[in-house]
């Protein structure tokens, strides 16, 4: 069973340093679990990911499920033997694609309502267009008792539910699974995620039923939904932090913009049992997680570091670089002269820039391994200045 143990709590900020410890080896906390959707942090191998100094992944149940199954995964010896990763592994629950293929995909929104693409949703906020109850996304049906997806690899019908959802988390294997949830959209309104958080609610105690006692190496997480609405978000943690849950997750949207983003986290971990890990779900950019962590976020996971990268975008101790730019080409210098990573110490900025604009997926791999071991290397210094006090 997993074990936490939480060794120095700041004395000016909600930040701790942690132990987690899981059958696959023990989590330095707080930390990034990188997105590994497809048992992959896409254009690296698992030892490479290694070599980036990451900790602990989080690969996706709904996408695992469409292919190449669970049951091949679990006749491979479970998804860490599949992927050949030795290390602790998460899988979420598939409820934050309730969203994404939902209205999320309907009305092109993210869960921060300022980064979504389209500008009649929020150009105009007396006017915006919101979710209310009754409404349904154009390809999910969303119901009391689960989801009926369309798939989007060959459009047939499929349900997911609390049940179906940890029978294949079991399957996968992963040492932390989720309960499965609705993951509400920032347009959504009070009623509406009222409504949903009753239901999610009631996927939470299924889970915990329908969970295989036997498996002691599988710890299940609850997770925390509530929107933007702060006795929603107190209510939601309240109850789900009084089950018995390994540890929560921190799910849903977080409001308009990012300036409320911290405030609403802060109303979640308040309620929360202070002994158990909090984890924050797709909540990560860099300029995101010197916040969370001082709110008592423990460990959290995102795509920025890998989906950045190839798009040619590179973080660095000078800021963000595009490699998409010309000037690139004529830059002998490393990627990042502070970095020690193995793309900083062998290729020069010129080459990684040509590969870039070439097409060539070496590129892309450089920029992946650079970006990952510079997140890992920058929340390393934020557990430094923890245990010195200085956060």
């Not at 074990?3 to 340093?17: Q, T, W």
């Amino acid at each position: 069973m997993l074990k936490f143990k939480i060794f120095k709590k700041s004395k000016i900020s909600n930040a701790r340093l942690g132990l987690l410890e899981t059958s696959h080896g023990v989590v330095e906390t707080p930390c990034l679990a990188p997105v590994a959707t497809q048992a992959v942090v896409k254009t690296l191998t698992s030892e490479e990911v290694g070599q980036t100094k990451s900790q602990v992944l989080i690969a996706n149940t709904f996408h695992l499920y469409l292919k190449p199954g669970e049951a091949i995964v679990k006749s491979a010896g479970g998804l860490h033997k599949f992927m050949n990763w030795p290390r602790p592994l998460m899988t979420d629950s598939g409820g934050f694609q309730v969203f994404s293929l939902g209205f999320g995909r309907d009305f092109g929104t993210g869960k921060i309502l300022k980064h979504n693409t389209n500008p009649r949703i929020y150009a105009n906020a007396a006017n915006r267009q919101t979710i209310s109850v009754g409404q349904q996304p154009r390809l999910l049906k969303i119901t009391d008792e689960g989801v009926f997806f369309t798939s989007p690899l060959d459009g047939r019908k499929i349900f997911l539910g609390p049940k179906e959802s940890i029978k294949i988390q079991e399957s996968l294997g992963a040492d932390i699974i989720f309960a499965f949830d609705e993951c509400t959209s920032p347009m959504a309104d009070y009623d509406y995620t009222k409504k949903s958080l009753s239901k999610t609610h009631r996927w939470a105690v299924q889970c915990l039923k329908v969970k295989n006692s036997k498996l002691k190496t599988q710890s299940l997480f609850g997770i925390v939904q509530g929107g933007k609405f702060k006795d929603l978000r107190k209510e939601s943690a309240q109850f789900i932090g009084s089950l018995p849950f390994d540890g929560f997750g921190i799910g849903g949207e977080f409001g308009d913009n990012k300036k409320i983003m911290v405030e609403m986290i802060n109303w979640v971990i308040k309620e929360l049992p202070e002994e158990k890990p909090r984890h924050l779900l797709g909540v990560g950019r860099l300029e995101d997680i010197a916040k969370i962590i001082k709110a008592g976020v423990d460990t959290f996971d995102c795509v920025a570091p890998t989906r950045f990268a190839r798009h040619g975008a590179v973080f660095t101790s000078e800021g963000k670089l595009d490699f998409a730019k010309m000037k690139f080409l004529k830059d002998k210098s490393p990627l990042d002269k502070k970095c020690f990573c193995f793309a900083c110490q062998n290729y020069r900025r010129n080459y990684i820039s040509y590969l870039f604009r070439a097409g060539e997926i070496t590129a892309l791999k450089l920029l992946t391994f650079h970006n990952l071991y510079f997140f890992n290397n920058e929340i390393a210094k934020i557990r430094e200045k923890i245990k010195k006090g200085q956060i």
